[in-house]
């Protein structure tokens, strides 16, 4: 066990600033309007050696406006509970608000070690400022600027020295060498319920309103004989739907996320079928080569008959063809139906996308299918595809070596790739069709 670090306070006080500076990359989104962050956000980071979690909070408000105030707060409370030390940040320029004081009364029920720091100390003429916060009846503090990191090396030192022992590691997985599944979709489709009925606990806030994921959130999943990390990602919308920057920096941390996964799960609601966007988005996982598997959320919300699904699948697969050899799973997240089989499902796709064909088998069943339907001359010139071979990617790529190779049309190629699928199990992964000339 490394040691888990909390950082909590009212909106706007610096606290993603810190997170940011203590795990050392921009993880966390950061913007001058209030309540940005909502959920707890995970980021590792080491101090002189020592190894700790940071979790950023949201903003502590009572009797706001803001309609995620109760979840906010509730979440809020979850992490000091989960957290060995806690950070309490205030804002010296603004001095003490109802809210901090409110916030110093949680830390004391919470019963677990804190430090109070006074951020915005950026200038000399601000410490005399910060002395107020002995009124908090706290005793004393610290004063950094977590825009230029003045003041968090002594913090740290103080905050390391409250953890716990460090543990000996185990020779389990690190999070790089594990599957990486980002589950992404529009707005409201059920993509942070599906995590929440996963670990089974509210880890990320859901409510009624679309787009209350902001930041990508990881959540490591060790059960039932599966290891992933999940990343749930803010709703993706139409790029004339995205007014705000906020929202446009949600987007492109969603689309990060989708880049550096190994599968997606591209969450659909089954009461409004796949739609522009659903297919944008499985492009957007198609061009990066990424695994996917499709789940239909809120289908116990369908009203069916005999061959409801069989035909709901039909269609669905003719929408998305030709890339239509993907699994599809019909769930109520909210009723945890058909969750384990999503479960099976990444596993599946992600041992297809890493299959590796023997060279010999490959050119076996390969040429056979070729001298079965060869590719037709193209002005004159006579194509003649002699041996094929997988290239050393992290998805599944072929390249054929040919006569002419120029000449293959693409229409030849789906009929390479429809092969390889019918002999050897690629379901929910692409396969990257290349003739070279040899």
């Known amino acids: 066990m490394s040691g888990i670090i909390a950082i909590v306070g009212r909106p706007n006080v610096g606290k993603s600033t810190l997170f940011n500076r203590l795990v050392e990359e921009k993880q966390a989104i950061i913007d001058a309007k209030s309540g940005v962050t909502r959920d707890r956000n995970y980021g590792e980071g080491v101090w002189n050696g020592r190894e700790f979690t940071v979790i950023d909070t949201g903003g502590v408000t009572i009797k706001s406006d803001d309609a995620f105030e109760d979840a906010i707060c509730k979440q809020v409370v979850m992490a000091m509970n989960e957290a060995d030390v806690i950070i309490f940040m205030v804002d010296v320029k603004t001095g003490i608000t109802d809210l901090d004081s409110n916030v110093a009364d949680m830390l004391r029920r919470a019963n677990k070690p804190f430090f109070l720091v006074v951020n915005k100390v950026d200038d000399g003429k601000y410490l005399y400022d910060a002395t107020e916060f002995y009124s908090l009846g706290l005793g004393d503090y610290f004063t950094i600027s977590s825009a230029n990191g003045s003041g968090t090396g002594d913090l740290l030192d103080a905050v390391i020295a409250k953890l716990p022992p460090e543990k000996p590691k185990d020779d389990s997985k690190n999070v790089e060498e594990i599957p990486h599944v980002a589950v992404v979709g529009r707005p409201n489709v059920g993509k942070s319920s599906f995590i929440n009925a996963l670990i089974g606990e509210e880890q990320h806030i859901v409510t009624p309103v679309a787009g209350t994921t902001r930041d990508s959130i990881g959540t490591r999943f060790n059960k039932f004989g599966y290891d992933y990390y999940f990343i749930d990602t803010a709703g993706l919308r139409k790029k004339e739907k995205v007014n705000e920057d906020l929202e446009f920096y949600s987007v492109l941390r969603s689309i990060r996320s989708l880049e550096s996964a190994d599968v997606c799960v591209l969450m659909i609601d089954a009461n409004d079928g796949i739609e522009s966007q659903d297919m944008n988005i499985l492009h957007l996982i198609i061009k990066n080569n990424k695994g996917v598997v499709i789940c239909v959320n809120k289908w116990d919300l369908i009203e069916k008959t005999t061959n409801t699904a069989r035909d709901f699948e039909e269609n669905l697969r ?94 030849y190629k789906r009929y390479l790739e429809n092969q390889l699928r019918k002999n050897f199990n690629f379901n929910g992964t692409t396969v990257r069709i290349y003739v070279r000339d040899k």
């Open 318 to 411: 003719k929408k998305i063809a030709p890339f239509s050899d993907v699994p599809i799973i019909f769930t109520s997240v909210l009723e945890k139906q058909r969750i384990q089989k999503i479960l099976e499902k990444i596993h599946e796709v992600y041992e297809n996308r890493k299959r590796r064909v023997q060279t010999a088998r490959l050119n076996e069943i390969m040429l056979e299918a070729i001298d079965r339907f060869s590719p037709p001359a193209i002005k004159g010139k006579n194509i003649k595809i002699k041996y094929v071979t997988q290239l050393p990617t992290p998805y599944p790529a072929f390249a054929f070596f040919a006569s002419n190779a120029k000449y293959v049309k693409d229409s």
